[in-house]
C-alpha cells in the first residue's frame, strides 16, 4: 500500500558535472542522454553546471549571466591567450578552495576541447567529446602542447576522449593519439524536443506544414548557386511542382525545421549540428554531391553564377570526405545538378524518408545510451555509490606532478 516512510530515494547518489563551452548544442545532447536515459540506468541524479560563452547560448538557456565564471570568460576562454599557463595557474588558484568546484565529479568538455586544459589539475574525471578538429582555439604552437595534454587525459582510465564524427575519430587516432582509441559517439540531439510532421503518422499534430506563395514551404541553407530564384521560376510555372524554396535564417525554431518536407544543406565544415539535429528530428536532408562542392570552391556554381570565398571543397582532403556525416548516415539525398535537384524534389516521398529515419535514429539512441552508460560508469570507477568528489591537490606542482608525471 501507501504506507512508507517515503524517504528512499529513487537513485542512488548525485554526480555533479561541470561543462563550459563556446557552442552550447554539444554539451546540452550530452546533458540529454545522461540525465534523460543514463542516470535512470545508473541510479544516479546528474545536477549540472553549465556555463556556456556561446553568444546563442539562450537556445538552451544556459548562458553565464551571472558571471558564475571566475578567470575564464568570453574574451581569454576560447584561445587562453595571451599567456595560457599564467590563465591555467590563475584559474586553478582562483578555483582550488571553491565550494561547487570541490563537489565536481566530471568535467565535460566539447567545443573547444582544449578548455580541458583548465580541468586537469582538480583531480576530477573529464569527458572530452570532440565536435570539430581537436585543435580548435589554440595557436599552432599551443595546439602541440594540448595535443600532450590529451594524451595525458585519455591514459588515465577514469578518462574518456570520443569524437561525434568519423573524420575526427580518425584524424586524431592518426595524428595526435595513434597509442589510444578514440571512438564515434555521434549527438542524439533530443534537445530539440521535437520531430517532423508526416502524413501516415499524425503523432505531432501541433507541428503543421507552412505554406509559401500557396505551395509547401523548403528550406535551403545558404543560397550559393542562386538556386532559389531559379527554382521558384519553375515552380511557378509547373503548377504540379510542390514546393516554395526560401532561405533559412540564421536565427529560428526547432519547430519551424521540423515542419519542413526536407531541407537543403549547404556544408561549410566536415561537421556540424544543424545537419544532426534535422536528421534526429526526421527531417529529410538534401546535400550536393562531393564535386559540387569542389566546383563552387573554384567559383563555379550550378547556375552559371560565380561563387566566391567558398574553400570547403579545396581546403578539406578528399580521402577524409567519404567520412562526413552526410556520406555515412543513411537516407540523405544528394545532388549534382540543377536537373537532379528538381527530380529530387518532384519524385521522393519525404514522408516515407523521414519514418526510415526515425527507425535508424531509434536503434541509434539504444546504442549511444549504452555507449554512455559505460563512459560515465568508468569516469565514476569504483566511487558510483560514494558520497564524496576526490579531493582537490593542494597546489598546481602538486597536482601536475602527481596526476601526469610533469611538473
Keep these: 500500500g501507501f504506507t512508507g516512510a517515503g524517504t528512499q530515494r529513487c537513485y542512488d547518489r548525485l554526480v555533479a558535472v561541470l561543462a563550459w563551452d563556446f557552442h552550447p548544442a554539444p554539451i546540452e545532447d550530452i ?54 599557463h599564467q590563465l591555467r595557474r590563475q584559474c586553478f588558484e582562483e578555483y582550488q578552495d571553491d565550494a561547487m568546484m570541490k563537489s565536481m565529479d566530471i568535467f565535460v568538455c566539447a567545443r573547444p576541447t582544449a578548455m580541458c586544459q583548465f580541468c586537469m589539475p582538480f583531480n576530477k574525471s573529464m569527458g572530452v567529446q570532440l565536435p570539430v578538429h581537436p585543435g580548435a582555439g589554440r595557436t599552432a604552437g599551443h595546439a602541440t602542447e594540448w595535443y600532450t595534454d590529451l594524451r595525458l587525459i585519455s591514459a588515465d582510465p577514469r578518462n574518456v576522449v570520443c569524437a561525434n564524427n568519423l573524420v575526427d575519430v580518425v584524424w586524431t587516432q592518426h595524428a595526435v593519439m595513434p597509442e589510444r582509441p578514440v571512438d564515434y ?17 499524425r503523432r505531432w ?13 523548403l528550406f535551403l541553407k545558404d ?28 536565427s529560428f525554431e526547432y519547430s519551424l525545421l521540423a515542419s519542413m518536407p526536407a531541407v537543403i544543406l549547404i556544408p561549410h565544415g566536415y561537421s556540424f549540428m544543424l545537419f544532426m539535429e534535422l536528421y534526429r528530428m526526421n527531417v529529410p536532408i538534401i546535400v550536393p554531391r562531393d564535386y559540387v562542392f ?52 518532384k519524385h521522393t516521398d519525404f ?4 519514418l526510415q529515419m526515425a527507425r535508424w535514429n531509434r536503434r541509434q539512441l539504444l546504442g549511444l545510451t549504452d555507449q554512455w552508460v559505460s563512459y560515465v560508469n568508468r569516469m565514476l570507477g569504483p566511487r558510483v555509490s560514494a558520497s564524496t568528489p576526490r579531493r582537490i591537490p593542494a597546489s598546481y606542482e602538486a597536482a601536475y606532478g602527481a596526476l601526469y608525471n610533469r611538473s
Design 185 to 201: 559517439v555521434p549527438n542524439y540531439c533530443g534537445y530539440t524536443g521535437v520531430k517532423r510532421w508526416h502524413r501516415k503518422r
Design 351 to 354: 514522408d516515407k524518408v523521414s
Design 31 to 84: 546533458k540529454t542522454v545522461w540525465t534523460r536515459r543514463g542516470g535512470p540506468r545508473l541510479g544516479v541524479h546528474f545536477v549540472w553546471h553549465d556555463y556556456s560563452l556561446a553568444a546563442y547560448c539562450g537556445y538552451t538557456g544556459t548562458c553565464d549571466k551571472k558571471h558564475q565564471l571566475k578567470v575564464v570568460n568570453w574574451d581569454n576562454g576560447w584561445s587562453a591567450c595571451p599567456y595560457p
Design 205 to 217: 499534430k501541433d507541428i503543421v506544414p507552412l505554406r509559401c506563395a500557396g505551395k509547401k514551404c
Design 223 to 250: 543560397d550559393l548557386s542562386g538556386l532559389i530564384s531559379m527554382f521558384n521560376e519553375r515552380s511557378a510555372a509547373d503548377l504540379d511542382y510542390p514546393y516554395t524554396i526560401v532561405r533559412l535564417q540564421s
Design 294 to 345: 569542389r566546383d563552387w570552391a573554384k567559383g563555379r556554381s550550378l547556375s552559371g553564377r560565380h561563387v566566391a570565398n567558398y574553400t570547403f571543397g579545396t581546403a578539406f582532403p578528399r580521402t577524409m570526405m567519404n567520412l562526413t556525416d552526410w556520406n555515412t548516415w543513411p537516407y540523405v539525398r544528394r545532388f549534382g545538378s540543377i536537373d537532379e535537384l528538381w527530380h529530387i524534389l
